[in-house]
C-alpha cells in the first residue's frame, strides 16, 4: 500500500510478541513499548531531507550531513508517550510536543483535552505517535490540529493498525508516510483492535 511501511524486522517483532502476550507485566510493557518505539523511530527518519555542512575535525575539515528541518515528535496521550520512552537515545535534537486526545468510550470519538506545541511547525518534521490505529478517529484528530498549525512534513507512527484504521487514516492524509509493525485482522464492536494487545495506554501504565 502506498504511503505504508510495514516494519518486519525481527527484533521489533519479538517486541511485538512481548507487548500482545497478556501476561506482560506493565513494567516489562512498558520496557518494550519503548524498544519498539526505536525500531519505528528508526525507521520513520530513514528517508528525511538532509543538507549538507562541513565541521571540523581534530585533523581539519570534514563534509557533514544532518536533517534539514528540526524534528518534532507528538505522542497521543497517554499511550503514545510510551512509544517515546527510549526516544533521546536517537533522537536527543527533537522536541517534544504534546496532544492529549481520549477517545470516547461509547461514541468512539476523539476528545481532546491538551495541547502543548512549538510555534512555526513549518520548520519540522512532525511525526504523530500512537500505538493503536484503531478507527483512527485520534490519529486524524491529530494530523488535522497539527496542519491547522502549520504542519507540512508530516508522519504517523504506530506499534498496530486495523485494515480500518488504516484505510481511514490513509483517506485523510494520502500524502503522508504511516509506520507501523503489524497489520491486524479487524475491529471488535467496542473498537478494540483484533487480535491487537488490549489497552495500550492502561497496559503501559498500569492503570
Ligand atoms: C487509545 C490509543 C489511541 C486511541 C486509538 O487511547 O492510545 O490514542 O485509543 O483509537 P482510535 O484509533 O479509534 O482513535 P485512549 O483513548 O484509550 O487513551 P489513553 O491512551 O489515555 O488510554
Ligand atoms: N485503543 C487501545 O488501547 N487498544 C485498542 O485495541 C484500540 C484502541
Known sequence: MKNVHLIQHPIAQARLATLRDKTTPHPEFRRALGQLGLHLLHEA?????????RVRTPLGPAPATVPAREILLVPILRAGQGLITLADQILPEARIGYLGIARNETTLQPEGYLEKLPARLGRFDVFVVDPMLATAGS?????????????????????????????ALRRAFPKNQIFTAALD??????GYIIPGLGDAGDRCFGC
Open 139 to 167: 490519529a486524524i484528530a491529530a494530523g488535522q490540529l497539527l496542519q491547522k498549525r502549520g504542519a507540512k512534513h508530516l508522519r504517523f507512527i504506530h506499534a498496530l493498525a486495523a485494515p480500518e484504521g488504516l484505510r
Open 185 to 190: 485482522s479487524h475491529l471488535n464492536e467496542n
Open 45 to 53: 527518519t530513514a528517508d528525511l531531507a538532509v543538507k549538507q555542512k
